[in-house]
């Protein structure tokens, strides 16, 4: 291959391959996409995670749901304009990307575009 990919962030592999718009590493699993990698003020291989009307999240930020969510085993979901303390950012399955305490409800995981920063 005349291609020169970049190595992994996380475990520095050199076998990484493009998939679509991400690289990916074989060895670990971890996905990225490239040009979050070279940005300045980020290190390698964090990913930037938006809310539903595009502003940065991160770590200890205080959200509101923007629309009402059922959730399974639970007569009533959780209702538009519920506040949401101190989540977390995770890589989550199925877009989930939001690990948080929700009072009444107990853990649970949310995805980013279903909250809006406070």
């Not at 592999?13 to 996905?31: I, K, N, Q, R």
């Not at 399955?93 to 409800?105: A, E, N, P, Q, T």
Request: hydrophobic share 35%.
């Amino acid at each position: 291959m005349s291609e020169n990919l970049p190595s992994c962030p996380k475990c520095s592999s050199e076998f990484t391959y493009e998939m679509d718009a991400l690289m990916v590493c074989p060895e670990c699993g971890h996905e990225w996409v490239p040009a979050e990698a070279g940005q300045a003020g980020e290190p390698a291989g964090e990913r930037v995670v938006k809310d539903a009307v595009g502003n940065v999240l991160a770590d200890g930020d205080t959200v509101t749901v923007v629309k009402a969510l059922k959730v399974k085993g639970s007569p009533s979901g959780i209702k538009a304009g519920t506040k949401v303390r101190n989540i977390r950012l995770i890589d989550g399955v199925d877009g989930h990307d939001i690990d948080c305490r929700i009072d009444g409800f107990g853990a649970m995981q949310l995805k980013s575009s279903v909250v809006k920063k406070a």
